[in-house]
């Protein structure tokens, strides 16, 4: 009875792969290469404990209170302090980079618009961007982030916006060098596109270099949308969107017909763990974790699957993009992997149609040296069922 009566949108709100497959991972027996979440031996508990503590005692009425829907002034500040060129005013704060997805698509989807985005894409923004009814047109890449020939055709088309992921992108982990941001701008300025760029990932890199935000580069064009999830703790929920002028009114509206403001509590607890450069002296320290992960699980990928396996090592991020042999299916192996007690990403699923099927993403955020050796092992053996079967 209900199922009739649902709005024509929810057809596109299918069951998201991400939530099978933390399903899946939840099993105590299956390692799991799969799921994005940060190392929580990361979080800050204790700090998080001092700066509530101190949000409350400095001004609890006011973190308890109702506030502005563009987000506490001087979070919104802090923010805009990152990036060459912001304003506070410019600034947003959101329940996530996730609300910040939806609020953009919000704003400016109508069904049958059309939506450039990478491919592979981060599969979180595409079920953002869903109910707003999109036409995607995915844009292929290389190393070096999205091709700008391919970018070019597909702009020609009319789009109403560019989606990408230029810094340790989720699932590729590339990282687009600066002729590449530049010949992006170049083709979505001749055809007059605004890009969204989502930059979850920038500080995790595990190399000296650092090309500018896409924002930096074109601060008229680009809608950047930063996020304490993966520098903090996600469950804080706490994230910014950056937005050209002309944007501020009409997604601050947005956002307060939403949920009127992202928790004033949480803000001014955010605000504490951040101020005065204190999220900078983190990053130290989560680089050098996150790269020794990605090492001890790029070691076992080639010890136990170097015949089997492509793929480039990411220069930063938390994720490793795999090809497979041609013709074998990451979705049906993915079968024989959790069989074998080991779990993945099909890189299927981070494509709106038909993608590369021989692909599959693996993290490197969760595991151990030795869960990596055993993984590995695992998904070593599951290729070769699968090869025998086939
Ligand atoms: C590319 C990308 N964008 C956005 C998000 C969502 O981030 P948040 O926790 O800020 O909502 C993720 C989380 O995995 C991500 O990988």
């Known amino acids: 009875m209900w199922a009739q009566r649902l709005a024509k949108r929810t057809q596109r709100m299918r069951p998201s792969a991400i939530r099978e497959i933390l399903k899946l991972t939840d099993a105590g027996s299956i390692l799991s290469l799969a799921g994005g979440l940060p190392a929580s031996d990361l979080f800050p508990i204790d700090d998080v404990a001092a700066a509530t503590q101190r949000a409350l005692a400095t001004n609890g009425a006011r973190a308890l209170q109702y506030g502005p829907s563009n987000g506490l002034v001087e979070l919104r500040e802090w923010a805009a302090g990152k990036r060459k060129g912001a304003k506070a005013e410019q600034v947003v704060i959101t329940s996530g980079s996730q609300q910040g997805l939806d609020l953009i698509a919000k704003v400016l989807l109508d069904p049958g618009d059309r939506v450039a985005i990478s491919a592979p894409s981060y599969m979180g923004a595409l079920r953002a961007f869903d109910p707003y009814e999109p036409e995607y047109l ?45 010949a992006i701008l170049e083709v979505c300025d001749r055809h007059d596109t605004l890009i969204v760029e989502d930059a979850p990932y920038r500080e995790l890199r595990f190399d000296d270099v650092i090309y500018p935000p896409l924002f930096e580069l074109a601060p008229d064009r680009v809608v950047h949308l930063g996020t304490l999830s993966k520098t903090l703790a996600p469950g804080l929920r706490m994230a910014w969107l950056l937005l050209p002028e002309a944007l501020v009114d009409i997604v601050e509206q947005a956002k307060q017909a939403m949920d009127l403001h992202t928790s004033t509590f949480g803000q001014a607890v955010s605000y504490e763990l951040v101020k005065d450069g204190a999220l900078e002296t983190r990053f130290p320290a989560l680089r050098a974790h996150y790269r020794t992960q990605r090492d001890l699980l790029v070691d076992q990928l080639r010890d136990n699957l170097g015949d089997v396996l492509t793929f480039d090592v990411p220069p930063g991020g938390m994720f490793l993009w795999a090809t497979l042999p041609d013709g074998m299916d990451g979705t049906a192996l993915l079968r024989d992997a959790v069989e074998e007690g080991v779990a993945f990403v099909p890189g299927e699923s981070f494509y709106p149609r038909e993608g590369k099927p021989n692909t599959i993403r693996l993290s490197f955020s969760l595991l151990d040296e030795a869960g990596f050796r055993e993984a590995s092992a695992r998904l070593a053996r599951a290729v070769a069922k699968h090869q025998r079967a086939a």
């Open 138 to 182: 995915p844009v292929d890449m290389d190393e070096e982030g999205i091709l700008p020939d391919a970018l070019e055709a597909v702009l020609a088309q009319g789009v109403k916006f560019l989606y990408v992921v230029p810094d340790f992108d989720n699932p590729s982990g590339r990282r687009a060098t600066l002729a590449r941001r530049e």
